[in-house]
């Protein structure tokens, strides 16, 4: 069964993911070491000092995840430098790039942020510096200092509930099949996003069995919009942050799958718009052959003569696709004919030729006096109608049909009416037919 975005449907999922976000597989070091760099925190001598704070413009880091960062400012090399020289924390929170200054201050106070240590640095550039970030404890600001380099933070943990291990009492079984089904989605989501995953990323998210891991992992990995990232750091309990980020990954996964789909479908076409042009080179090929010498295609001529109409984009895409439906129909069928008598249509009729209109009453009047004797009413609002195109200055009025026997003068009121305008008379039969005497009731649009 196809599934067919709606637009509800694609407006909720573009206020939830971010649809043309590239996200970089976090890098997928293993809990154990993980936990090493965890266990090893000095955290009351990190909460008593003042600690560099690197603004997270587009991502936000998690505790127990490792991420590689860019420093490309200066003051984010500078920030870099010291935590690597002094084996330093620092503090990483998300923060809107319109807000400067005082409207930066008071966003930060309070604002949960992540106490994070450089596991490695993996290249030093002139422009760029990039690093491999872990993340090491949930913290809220309580004071930012702007005076230096780069901001400065004083912090106080932001603890959650401890629920780390399956095997530990406190976790429930709906905890656990809930993680259980966020490490299943996750394998899934990310085998089918990237073309690459190392089996390692799978081993290790499969193996892993520290709850506040996998959640935080799935979080990061999963396209969210950074500010819904932020929103899920800022859970206080992990049991809900691991039903929430079940949610975005079952809404991934149908994204995913209707991607896939639309892929599918765009390489379907295209195969078969390249055979037919295949098919169509050997047609042309075996005409040759056969002739002796280039045989002209009944679509050369029109394609040739539709490179000089000035048309619409819209009426140049139509007619390119009826011209390709042409070319491969047989030439001795019936459809063929409709079909070419079709696209010549297409190529007669007037595209961007206007004719500058005289919307002289009283010329009108002297030229249907002068053609017609009589028929007074018929001119009488004929005139009428002219009079209100005029007054409007535009053509959407509505128009004007003459019926009547044959005979009547319907035809030389049409003719006279042109005359009066200024314009070129046309006449279109009706139906194809050319003798009145063929229809019952004849009528000529004007």
């Known amino acids: 069964m196809k599934h067919k975005m709606s637009d509800n449907k694609n407006n909720l999922w573009s206020n939830y993911f971010d649809l043309s976000a590239n996200i970089t597989v976090p890098f997928p070091l293993p809990s154990v070491i993980v936990d090493e760099y965890v266990e090893n925190t000095n955290i009351p001598d990190a909460l008593e000092q003042r600690l560099p704070l690197l603004l997270l413009r587009d991502r936000v880091t998690f505790p127990k995840v490792a991420l590689p960062m860019d420093f490309t400012t200066s003051e984010e090399k500078a920030l870099l430098k010291r935590v690597q020289d002094d084996g330093a924390y ?70 959650e509930k401890k629920e780390t291990r399956r095997k530990e009492k406190g976790i429930s079984a709906e905890l656990a099949l809930k993680i259980a089904e966020v490490k299943e989605l996750l394998v899934k989501n990310l085998s089918r996003r990237y073309d690459r995953v190392p089996n390692e990323v799978f081993s290790s998210i499969k193996g892993c069995e520290d709850t506040t891991y996998v959640t935080n992992f799935a979080a990061v990995c999963c396209a969210l919009k950074t500010p819904l990232q932020q929103k899920l750091l800022e859970i206080n309990t992990l049991s809900e942050r691991v039903t929430e980020v079940l949610s975005y990954l079952y809404q991934e996964q149908e994204l995913i799958t209707m991607r896939d789909e639309i892929r599918s479908q765009a390489r379907e076409d295209m195969d078969k718009q390249q055979k037919e042009y295949f098919l169509q080179q050997q047609i042309r090929v075996m005409q040759e052959e056969l002739g002796g010498g280039g045989m002209e295609l009944p ?75 009589g028929l007074d009413k018929v001119k009488e609002r004929i005139l009428e109608h002219m009079a209100v195109i005029r007054l409007r200055q535009d053509m959407k009025s509505p128009i004007l049909c003459l019926w009547g026997s044959p005979g009547v003068g319907k035809t030389s009121l049409g003719k006279s009416i042109a005359d009066s305008l200024g314009r070129k008379y046309i006449r279109i039969s009706l139906g194809g037919l050319h003798d009145e005497a063929e229809i019952r009731v004849t009528d000529a649009p004007i």
């Open 299 to 373: 679509s050369d001529e029109l394609r040739e003569k539709a490179l000089a109409k000035l048309w619409p984009q819209s009426v140049a895409e139509t007619f390119n696709k009826e011209l390709r439906r042409l070319d491969n129909l047989n030439p001795h069928s019936p459809d063929f004919a409709v079909q070419f008598q079709y696209l010549e249509t297409l190529l007669e009729l007037p595209w961007g030729v206007y004719s500058k209109d005289n919307f002289s009453l009283s010329h009108a009047e002297k030229v249907l006096d002068k053609d017609h004797f």
């Open 90 to 159: 620092f503090v990483a929170v998300y923060t809107p790039s319109h807000l400067e200054g005082f409207e930066l201050t008071q966003y930060l106070e309070g604002r949960v942020a992540v106490l994070c240590q450089v596991a490695r640095v993996i290249s030093v550039e002139e422009d760029l510096s990039s690093a491999l970030v872990i993340g090491v404890l949930r913290v809220a600001i309580s004071k930012t200092t702007m005076d230096g380099i780069y901001p400065e933070v004083t912090i106080v943990p932001r603890e």
